[in-house]
Every structure is written in C-alpha cells, then in structure tokens.
C-alpha cells in the first residue's frame, strides 16, 4: 500500500476546514458513535474558528460566551459542514459534566488528525 501524496492530504485537511461552520454542544452524553448523525440535546449553536495547524492538523475552537447560562450541565460536542443544502456530520463527542453559568465562558477544542 502506497501513502497519499503530500499535497492530496493537504488538500482534502484544506477541504475539511474551509467547510466546518457548525459547532454544537449539548446535554447529551451518551457514548458518541461512528455513525452519529447529530446533537444528542441541543443547546447552542456556535460558529467556530477552524485553524490548518500543518498538513494534516485542523484545530476546531468554539467559544460560548460568558452572557450564556444553562440549567443543565453541559456534556456534547458536535462539529458540522452546513449548506444551503442540508449538513454533513463530522464528528461527536462527549465530556465530562461542565457547569456553565453566566459567570464562565467555555472554549471547547477539538484537533483533527488526517492521515
């Protein structure tokens, strides 16, 4: 088996950030899968800052200011290409608890590897 050319990896890692425009997180935090279509419980929608680290990193960062409070804690991520057409799932995750109340402000951060 043969690696993928340097400049194909950088840009499929140039296609993936230049198109993730959606962050939601949520209260859900039951185990995330492959197959993960959406937020479990929604809570906010945030629009993220997507960084190309090298040719195959992508830092995706998405901040809930601190104006923002919740009654339950927050435990999902989930990341997103949206369009005019629909969305394309990129990724879920769940952590631990997080209590934001509208003393905090929260950065999530999530690094995508593509090799």
Same mark, same amino acid.
């Given at each position: 088996?043969?690696?993928?050319?340097?400049? =194909?990896?950088?840009?499929?890692?140039?296609?993936?950030?230049?198109?993730?425009?959606?962050?939601?997180?949520?209260?859900?935090? #039951?185990?995330?899968?492959?197959?993960?279509?959406?937020?479990?419980?929604?809570?906010?929608?945030?629009?993220?800052?997507?960084?190309? =680290?090298?040719?195959?990193?992508? =830092?995706?960062?998405?901040?809930?200011?601190? #104006?923002?409070?919740?009654?339950?804690?927050?435990?999902?991520?989930?990341?997103?290409?949206?369009?005019?057409?629909?969305?394309?799932?990129?990724?879920?995750?769940?952590?631990?608890?997080?209590?934001?109340?509208?003393?905090?402000?929260?950065?999530?951060?999530?690094?995508?590897?593509?090799?």
């Amino acid at each position: 088996m043969m690696a993928v050319n340097d400049y =194909l990896k950088r840009l499929i890692v140039e296609t993936i950030a230049n198109n993730i425009n959606e962050v939601i997180i949520g209260f859900d935090n #039951t185990p995330p899968t492959s197959s993960d279509g959406s937020a479990g419980r929604p809570a906010i929608t945030v629009t993220p800052t997507v960084k190309i =680290l090298d040719n195959s990193s992508i =830092l995706v960062e998405a901040e809930i200011p601190i #104006t923002e409070k919740f009654d339950e804690t927050l435990k999902e991520v989930y990341i997103q290409m949206k369009d005019s057409t629909g969305f394309t799932p990129v990724s879920r995750h769940v952590f631990r608890p997080v209590v934001k109340d509208d003393n905090t402000e929260m950065k999530i951060q999530i690094l995508y590897e593509v090799s």
